[in-house]
């Protein structure tokens, strides 16, 4: 059955569905210059219990062309394409140049996509959480001639402000930690309902959150408040002073979230017959390092013997 979605910005994204509508949803992505109108699904979905759902890129088929796009714009409109035919979870898969849409999909929506492609854990949400540093104007770059960091606190091994002396002489400060209103929200006015509801609507963020009022307010009001993050710096450099900074980049942590409020703080790994998810990596220090590596390397070797 085809159909057209209209997305929150106004384009349109064509599809088509095939199978029941309590099947397991799967959305497909077609191949470079094609589109589900030269795809017919017939009666397999059905048979398999799938709810298929093919999917055109911008500017193939149905859907409207969108200037200036990159890869990951295509997960948000998947999202919303998602949210609107009420699926929460779903698996993906990309035909030929669709392909890369779909692990698109799988690196901007690890909870959502990964939860249909094993034995993945249903309670576990990632919850964006939005870090804002500042930088030392370049007269003030001489305060900092290294790494000055603080011992973190075990509960919360990402808080705390610290100082980071760049390769190019920059220096940066921060960040903090407040809750993103989007996936890719880096900016404050950065706002994304779906996203938002999704967090909002989490029993672990409000068990987080009521666990831990104090730390969550302190990281709230430092956040809009200068000189409450310049008193933090002070504890480790007193000479820095508001006037020598300025507002600098920012970062998402793509924190996850059990049901109890609990973070999860070491990676976790899941899948099935020849497919592995990272759905979460803690730091990116980890990420690149050679144990983590060869863990992962085994993981997809055992899983392609089996």
């Known amino acids: 059955m085809p159909g057209v979605f209209h997305l929150s910005d106004g384009r349109a994204l064509g599809y088509s569905e095939w199978g029941p509508s309590d099947g397991t949803p ?10 589900w109108l030269a795809h017919v699904g017939g009666d397999a979905p059905r048979a398999a219990g ?5 999917v055109d890129r911008p500017g193939y088929g149905l859907s409207d062309f969108q200037r200036q796009r990159t890869l990951l714009d295509w997960p948000r409109d998947v999202a919303e394409l998602a949210d609107g035919l009420g699926m929460e979870r779903f698996s993906v898969f990309g035909m030929s140049g669709g392909g890369p849409h779909a692990a698109a999909c799988g690196y901007a929506l690890p909870d959502r996509v990964a939860a249909l492609g094993g034995r993945a854990s249903r309670t576990h949400r990632i919850v964006p959480f939005r870090g804002d540093y500042y930088t030392l104007k370049p007269h003030a770059r001489a305060l900092v001639r290294g790494l000055i960091y603080p011992v973190p606190d075990p509960r919360f091994p990402f808080l705390g402000v610290h100082l980071t002396r760049r390769i190019d002489g920059s220096v940066l ?10 996936r890719e929200g880096y900016r404050r006015r950065d706002i994304r309902p779906a996203d938002l509801a999704a ?13 831990y009022p104090r730390t969550g307010l302190a990281e709230m ?16 450099v007193p000479e820095i ?7 600098g980049p920012s970062g998402v942590r793509a924190q996850a979230l059990e049901r109890d409020g609990t973070m999860v703080d070491d990676f976790t790994l899941s899948g099935s017959a020849r497919v592995v998810h990272v759905r979460n990596a803690p730091s990116p220090a980890a990420t690149s390092s050679l144990a983590i590596g060869r863990l992962l ?3 997809v070797l055992e899983r392609l013997e089996t």
């Open 199 to 211: 967090t909002l609507g989490f029993p672990g963020f409000w068990r987080l959150a009521g666990r």
């Open 26 to 35: 799967v959305l497909g992505f077609m191949g470079t210059s094609l589109s």
């Open 221 to 236: 009001w430092r956040d809009w408040w200068k000189p409450a993050f310049v008193r933090d710096l002070q504890r480790y």
């Open 241 to 247: 002073t508001g006037d020598q900074l300025r507002f």
């Open 173 to 182: 400060a921060g960040p903090n930690a407040v809750l993103a209103f989007a």
């Open 50 to 54: 799938v709810r298929l759902i093919l």
């Open 297 to 299: 390397a085994t993981t």
